[in-house]
C-alpha cells in the first residue's frame, strides 16, 4: 500500500512531464502500481475492499460480546471453542473496526511511581451469583501502584469495620505496606473534607498509624489519579465475576484470592514483565508488618434468649444453654463470631451471611434430650452464688424457695436485695420462721423482716422510767 507522501511525489513528478518508468525507479515502486495512482488522480490511499478474517463470524460475535458484557476474552473463548480460526488480535481488530463496543477513550495523564511509594485502595459495586442467586457485592481492591500486584475480596457491605478487615488481610498478602494509601474520598475511611483537604476519620488513621503508612484522597473528580486500581475492577467484573456461580462468600473470597495468584503471577505485554517479577524488587522497600498485629473485629453486648441463642445482624448464633440470661461480649470477625462470658470464649461459630434469621447452631450447645429442663433448674443462678457467698445460712431456704419459683431470675433477685439490705440477724429470724411455715410470698417476708427489726431495736420502757433510770 503506497502512502500519502508517495502518491504525491509521483502526482508531483507527472506533473513535471516524466514518465512512468522514470517515476517508478525515482521512488522505488512498480510501473503499474504508478500507472494505478497517476489513474486515479489523488494522494487519499484508499481502503481495502476485502473481506475481514471475523466477518463470517459477525453474528456470534455481537451475541457474544452483549452476553459476557463486552469482555472480548471471553467472547474469544467461546468462539475458539466453537471451532472458529481467529486470533485473538483479530477479534479485536474487527470490533475496532467495526466500532463494536465503547468509542476511543480520550487520552490520560501519565504518572509515575517508585517503589513502595504509593499503594492505591477503592470499592466497586458488582452482582454475583451466589448459591444460585443473583447477589449484589461490594468488591474491594488494593493494588502496589509500582508493580501493580493486586488483591481483591467481596463482601455483602462495606463499612468502616470490612474496611479495616479487608485492608489487614491485603497488607498480609503482600507482606508490607507502601508509605501512602489513596483513595478515592470515600466516607468510610474520611471523616471530613476532600481531596488534599481530607481528613480521616480516627479510628481509620489509627489504623494506617498501626501498619505505618497514611491515608491520601485525590480531588474529587480526577478518577485518573487512582487508575492503577480502578482499571482492574472491569477485569474483575466481566473476567471473574461474570458467568461464574458460587456457594457462599466464602468459595467467592477463596477463588478471588486464587484469581489474583494467576494474575500476579501471568506475563503482561504491558510491564513486560509478570506482577510478581516487579513485586520481587519492591518487596525489600515496603513498610514490614508490625511484630503483633490484633485481628480486626467489632464488639458487641447480647443476652442469650430462652431459646438459647444471641442476635447479631439479623442472624441467631447458640450459646450454651447453662448461659440462658446471662449478658455475653460478642466479637465479630470477617469470618468468626466469637462468645466471651468475661474474659473466657465460650463458643464459636462461623459467620453467616444470611439470609435473615438464619439461626446457627452448635449441638454441644444444646442439652441431652430431656434433660434441658430440669438441667437448667439445677443450674445455680448469679442470684443464688452470691447470696450464698453473702451468707450460707440462707441455703436450706434458699433450696426450698428456688423450687417454688423456679428459674425466674426476679423474686430471687429480689430475694438477693432484701439479704443485702436488712440486718443480718433480723433477716435470718425472719427467714426460719418463714422456711417452718413453707412461706414464700416476698412481700410478707419483708413485713417479718421490719416486725423482727422493730421487736430488736425499738424497745418501749414502761412505768414512766427512762432507759437510762434502769
Not at 426450698?400 to 430475694?415: C, D, I, Q, T
Request: proline share 5%; charged share 25%.
Amino acid at each position: 500500500m503506497i502512502d500519502e507522501a508517495t502518491r504525491t511525489a509521483i502526482l508531483k513528478l507527472k506533473e513535471q512531464g516524466h514518465s512512468i518508468r522514470k517515476i517508478a525507479q525515482a521512488v522505488g515502486v512498480s510501473r503499474d502500481s504508478v500507472a494505478k495512482v497517476i489513474a486515479s488522480g489523488s494522494t487519499t490511499v484508499p481502503r481495502l475492499a476485502r473481506a475481514h478474517r471475523a466477518e463470517p463470524y459477525r453474528e456470534q460475535v455481537l451475541a457474544l460480546y452483549a452476553r459476557y458484557q463486552g469482555h472480548l476474552v471471553r467472547v474469544h473463548e467461546e468462539l475458539t471453542k466453537s471451532g472458529a480460526q481467529l486470533s485473538y488480535p483479530a477479534l479485536t481488530a474487527f470490533c475496532r473496526n467495526h466500532e463494536i463496543g465503547k468509542a476511543p477513550a480520550p487520552p490520560a495523564g501519565r504518572y509515575v511511581f517508585e517503589r513502595a511509594a504509593e499503594m492505591q485502595h477503592d470499592t466497586s459495586p458488582h452482582y454475583a451469583s451466589i448459591d444460585g442467586k443473583k447477589t449484589k457485592v461490594q468488591t474491594a481492591s488494593l493494588v502496589l501502584c509500582y508493580s501493580r500486584m493486586i488483591f481483591f475480596q467481596h463482601y455483602p457491605r462495606f463499612t468502616r469495620f470490612e474496611c479495616k478487615g479487608f485492608l489487614a488481610e491485603a497488607i498480609a498478602y503482600f507482606g508490607g505496606c507502601a508509605g501512602v494509601c489513596m483513595i478515592d474520598n470515600t466516607h468510610v475511611v474520611v471523616a471530613s473534607g476532600t481531596g488534599k483537604d481530607m481528613v480521616p476519620a480516627p479510628e481509620m488513621a489509627a489504623f494506617g498509624e498501626r501498619y505505618g503508612f497514611v491515608f491520601k484522597a485525590h480531588a474529587v473528580g480526577d478518577a485518573n489519579r487512582s487508575a492503577r486500581v480502578e482499571a482492574p475492577f472491569n477485569r474483575i467484573d466481566k473476567g471473574f465475576l461474570v458467568g461464574s456461580q458460587f456457594d457462599d462468600f466464602r468459595d467467592l473470597n477463596q477463588r478471588a484470592r486464587e484469581t489474583c495468584e494467576q494474575w500476579n503471577a501471568k506475563y503482561s505485554s504491558k510491564l513486560h514483565a509478570s506482577r510478581r517479577e516487579l513485586f520481587a524488587s519492591e518487596q525489600p522497600y515496603l513498610k514490614s508488618l508490625p511484630l503483633f498485629v490484633p485481628e480486626v473485629y467489632q464488639i458487641y453486648t447480647r443476652t442469650v434468649d430462652s431459646a438459647g441463642y444471641i442476635h447479631l445482624n439479623c442472624i441467631r448464633y447458640s450459646a450454651p444453654y447453662r448461659l440462658i440470661g446471662r449478658t455475653l461480649e460478642v466479637r465479630e470477625t470477617l469470618e468468626r463470631v466469637e462468645l466471651y462470658d468475661g474474659p473466657r470464649r465460650v463458643a464459636e461459630h462461623a459467620r453467616s451471611y444470611g439470609p435473615v434469621d438464619t439461626y446457627v447452631t452448635d449441638p454441644a450447645h444444646r442439652p441431652p434430650r430431656g434433660e434441658g429442663k430440669s438441667a437448667r433448674k439445677s443450674q445455680p443462678t448469679p442470684e443464688e452464688i452470691e447470696a450464698l457467698q453473702l451468707e450460707p445460712r440462707v441455703e436450706s431456704y434458699l433450696k426450698e424457695f428456688k423450687a417454688h419459683v423456679g428459674n425466674r431470675r426476679v423474686p430471687l433477685r429480689r430475694l438477693l436485695t432484701l439479704l443485702q439490705e436488712y440486718p443480718r440477724e433480723a433477716f435470718l429470724t425472719a427467714l426460719a420462721e418463714a422456711e417452718r411455715y413453707r412461706l414464700f410470698d416476698l412481700d410478707r417476708l419483708e413485713k417479718m423482716v421490719l416486725r423482727q427489726i422493730a421487736a430488736e431495736c425499738f424497745v418501749l420502757s414502761f412505768d414512766g422510767e427512762s432507759d437510762d433510770d434502769q
